[in-house]
């Protein structure tokens, strides 16, 4: 599957690559506010974590969180500077090495931010699961003490 990515980018022109980057940047940017959420969210429920039980599996998931914010900031720069260096691929100087690279390494963000998206997903899909779960035990406490 590499391979075809790899053929692919090579395919691509400046103008795709360009608009490649800012649709990267803009959902890297979304994930960046939602990390901002997730932080609120883990900090609105910390008591209930901590009370969870099971606050190793609860801990792991909120350094995950920590490491998937340090990773999406680290590829915001990396697709920053990337869209900064497209110059190479639009000035009309036949730099054959330099835009081979820059091929190069578009095909590898498309690579890495794949993979962090994959990975962005469980982590979002593992954080909701223990707050509903929270919420569920919440509901369940506030009914028994109804009756």
């Known amino acids: 599957m590499k391979i075809s990515k790899l053929k692919y980018t090579e395919w691509l022109d400046a ?8 649709e ?17 969210l883990v900090t609105q429920f910390t008591s209930q ?21 340090k990773q999406n900031n680290t590829l915001i720069e990396a697709v920053k500077i990337h869209e900064n260096e497209l110059h190479i691929m639009v000035d009309g100087i036949d730099q054959l090495a330099e835009e081979k690279a820059y091929t190069k390494e578009h095909s590898d963000l498309i690579v890495a931010i794949t ?19 929270i919420k569920k035990d919440d509901k369940n406490r506030h009914l028994l003490d109804r009756k």
Not at 49 to 69: C, H, M, T, W
């Open 15 to 22: 103008d795709e690559m360009h608009e490649a980057s800012k």
């Open 24 to 40: 990267w940047l803009s959902e890297l940017n979304f994930i960046k506010d939602e990390h901002l959420f997730f932080e609120d």
């Open 49 to 69: 974590l901590i009370a969870f039980g099971n606050f190793s599996s609860n801990k792991e998931v909120i350094d995950a969180i920590n490491r998937s914010q």
């Open 115 to 133: 993979e962090f998206l994959k990975e962005y997903k469980s982590l979002k899909t593992q954080l909701f699961d223990i707050v509903k779960k």
